[in-house]
């Protein structure tokens, strides 16, 4: 039985993942973080599989990854966890360093020492782009990021990429492209608008409020998403892939395609400008170049745009009419 270890399995994509390598048939070892109430919502379906192992521990805490990876001798293990929220990491930048730059460093150290025949996922981001150099943004893009949260990846995409070629280790980075799902954390704006437009709907809110409506994103299905970042750790080179749909739009036409899919026939009048939304500074585009990914790993987005909104809406509507 393989084993794989998971740092974030509480968040959007680890519960994902988790779910993909469980029917997969791995032993599945996710590492989670005291909290003053249990924030299990995504796993809760897992919690009862014998095959899912919950350890304690925290991206900050060196001993916490290290022991447990000692003991547990995984095959694969995902670094998922961070400070993941772009404006937060305005608020709190030295924070979402601790967390998203140096706990990548962590993690790779508790590897090296503990297991380092284990192959290793550092999960990057397009927001590592930020001011686009070129379009679409391949592997070879120049990193410009915008946000604190920009740069603590950028560290945590190069010190990954520094441990493969100074130890030797198997470690690769996705450079994931923004991907959703009805998993989604509220504040990020795709279900933040999926939420409300079900909820104006359903007469239960009048309006969202909403910042920057003319940024560009390349979005797609995190389902989609957590299978790349597995065929990444079953090749027998670790590299770097970019990982997209090759197509943006911007959050107005994510607006609009929402109020579409609600019934609600008059988007402007759904929506309010709330300045507390806008950024200190913007990414303005993404829009990647997955082509590598197609020919390496037999990589492609099955879920697209529309699909997604659908997905994401009809889950809100859903939900909200419980
Ligand atoms: P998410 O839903 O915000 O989940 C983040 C996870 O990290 C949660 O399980 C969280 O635990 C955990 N975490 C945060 N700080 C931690 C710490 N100090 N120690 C241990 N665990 C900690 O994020 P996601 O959307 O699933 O994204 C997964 C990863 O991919 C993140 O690294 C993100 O930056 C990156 N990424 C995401 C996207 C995207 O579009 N979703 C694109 C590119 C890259 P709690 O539940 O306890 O808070
Ligand atoms: O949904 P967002 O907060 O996602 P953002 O900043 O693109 O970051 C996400 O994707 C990255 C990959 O590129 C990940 F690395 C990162 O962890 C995260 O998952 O914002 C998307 C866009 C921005 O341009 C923002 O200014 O939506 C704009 N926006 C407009 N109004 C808003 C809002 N964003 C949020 N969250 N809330 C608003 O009210």
Redesign the pocket.
């Known amino acids: 039985m393989k084993k794989a270890f998971i ?8 519960s994902y993942l988790a779910e993909l390598l469980l029917d997969k048939g791995y032993k599945v070892y996710g ?3 005291r ?1 003053s109430t249990q ?1 299990f919502a995504r796993i809760d379906h897992l919690m009862h599989n014998e095959n899912l192992e919950l350890i304690s ?4 805490d060196q001993n916490s990854l290290t022991y447990p990876l000692q003991k547990i001798q995984p095959d694969e293990v995902y670094n ?6 772009v404006q937060t990491s305005w608020d709190q930048p030295v924070l979402t360093g601790e ?2 730059a140096i ?1 990548v460093v962590r993690i790779l150290e508790a590897v090296r020492l503990a297991c380092p025949q284990a192959k290793f996922y550092q ?5 590592m782009f930020g001011k686009v150099q070129s379009v679409p943004q391949t592997e070879e893009t120049p990193f410009y990021p915008r946000s604190p949260y920009g740069v603590a ?1 950028v560290y945590g995409h190069w010190i990954t990429v520094n441990y493969r070629e100074s130890y030797d280790l198997f470690a690769c980075s996705g450079i ?5 799902s009805p998993r ?2 509220l504040e990020f704006v795709t279900r933040k608008i999926a939420n409300a437009v079900a909820r104006v709907k359903l007469g239960k809110q009048t309006h969202v409020e909403l910042g920057n409506l003319d940024s560009k994103r390349d979005w797609g299905y ?1 389902k989609d998403y957590v299978e790349a970042m597995w065929l990444m750790l079953q090749q027998d080179r670790a590299e770097d892939y970019v990982i997209a749909t090759g197509e943006t739009h911007s959050v107005k036409e994510f607006l609009m395609a929402a109020c579409a899919e609600a019934g609600l026939p008059d988007w402007e009048a759904v929506y309010k400008h709330n300045s507390a939304y806008d950024r200190p500074a913007e990414v303005d585009l993404l829009i990647g170049d997955a082509t590598k990914a197609k020919e390496k790993l037999g990589w492609e987005p099955k879920v697209r745009f529309d699909e997604l909104v659908r997905i994401m809406v009809q889950a809100e509507l859903e939900k909200e009419s419980e």
Do not use: M
């Not at 521990?57 to 900050?60: A, C, M, N, T, Y």
């Not at 998922?80 to 929220?85: G, H, V």
């Open positions: 740092t974030g399995v509480t968040g959007q994509d680890g590492l989670t973080r909290t924030n521990g925290d991206l900050i998922l966890a961070a400070q993941s929220f967390f998203t706990g999960a990057s981001s397009s927001e990846k994931l492209f923004n991907h959703e989604r954390g995190a």
